[in-house]
């Protein structure tokens, strides 16, 4: 097995910052992941009910190299109105893709998941001042996981979803770390074991006793269309283009893939986003066939897939029960 980063957290990649609102009253929130100094960026869209922004900038062959965000938020299509106060608040700072006399123009990504009805209103009043305060509560550490920002109001299955987030530090020294609101159509939790389909993937007890509790799972609700999605990011320190990018975004949904049982369904938008804030160049391999650089690209890639597993079921292991939706740790043991 892998090791962890310091806190087993999307802010042990260097160069980043994660924020949130959390409104439990709405049963809705905002996460805000930030490259104040810019990052090369790729997403991979596999879901078929995306709510997104800014998603076909990203693609290799299109002018922008770096953002400056990437924004995951609750709400749904009405959750993209977050991301105006992040341009906002980044514009105020200076930051953007510069332009003329000293001007910069906010790059800023986003996904959004289905959390409509969970709450007070059947529409949260989600909207820019909650993207603002989500990058004012901003740090480069540890800042929480579960029931908070775009986690707060996910249902996963038929049990409470949530925000997680997990690192692994690669021999090179490259580290992988991954941040993800659950909020699946299928199920993290295997019905016939009542365990979670991924457990083998935990790094030193990070899942900890609740996630070996053998529960019986609650009936799901019908399938409903356009309801869940699972949003996520990668980030890692390494030297990227945006195609490699990219190519990590692709790899990183096969944890997705493993972990959540079914995905990419009619029913879920599922989006994955990776960012490079380019500390460590990837390492070469020699040899006259090999392409120099496709193995360290393989292993950041089995990393990703393996933080974005474990993170998904530590945000379900993390969250707690809010309305009728029930947490794993509240749950029956058999």
């Known amino acids: 097995m892998g090791k962890t980063g310091k806190e087993n957290y999307l802010t042990d990649v260097q160069g980043i910052l994660i924020g949130h609102f959390t409104s439990l009253e709405s049963a809705s929130g905002v996460t805000v992941v930030l490259c104040p100094k810019g990052a ?20 290799p062959l299109n002018l922008v ?15 993209l109105s977050a991301s105006d106060g992040v341009v906002r608040w980044l514009s105020e700072q200076g930051m953007g893709f510069p332009l003329p006399d000293r001007k910069a123009v906010p790059i800023v990504p986003a996904a959004v998941l289905f959390d409509l009805g969970r709450g007070k209103d059947f529409v949260p009043p989600v909207g820019p001042e909650w993207g603002r305060i989500a990058c004012e509560n901003a740090v480069s550490k540890y800042n929480g996981l579960g029931c908070l920002g775009a986690g707060t109001g996910a249902v996963s299955g038929a049990i409470k979803g949530g925000l997680g987030s997990a690192s692994e530090v690669l021999a090179s020294g490259i580290t992988v770390a991954a941040i993800v609101a659950v909020n699946s159509l299928g199920s993290v939790i ?19 006793p609740i996630a070996r509790r053998r529960v019986k799972l609650p009936q799901p609700e019908p399938p409903a269309a356009a309801a869940n999605t699972t949003i996520g990011l990668i980030a890692t320190d390494a ?3 945006k195609a490699q990018a990219m190519k990590i975004a692709q790899m990183a949904h096969d944890g997705l893939a493993r972990a959540i049982r079914p995905c990419h369904t009619m029913f879920d938008g599922d989006t994955i986003f990776c960012v490079a804030t380019g500390i460590h160049d990837l390492p070469d391999t020699p040899g006259f066939f090999v392409a120099p650089k496709a193995v360290a690209l393989n292993d950041i890639g089995r990393s990703a897939a393996d933080c974005m597993s474990r993170a998904i079921i530590r945000g379900i292991v993390e969250t707690h029960s809010l309305g009728t939706a029930v947490a794993l740790r509240d749950l029956e043991a058999f």
Request: hydrophobic share 40%.
């Open 239 to 241: 030297v990227l283009t």
């Open 40 to 59: 090369t960026a790729g997403v991979d869209v596999r879901g078929a009910a995306p709510g997104t922004r800014e998603t076909d900038l990203l693609a």
């Open 190 to 208: 295997d019905s016939r074991t009542g365990l979670a389909w991924e457990l083998e993937t935990e790094i030193d007890d990070e899942f900890g």
């Open 65 to 79: 190299e770096q953002v400056q965000a990437v924004v995951l938020s609750g709400g749904s299509v009405y959750g």
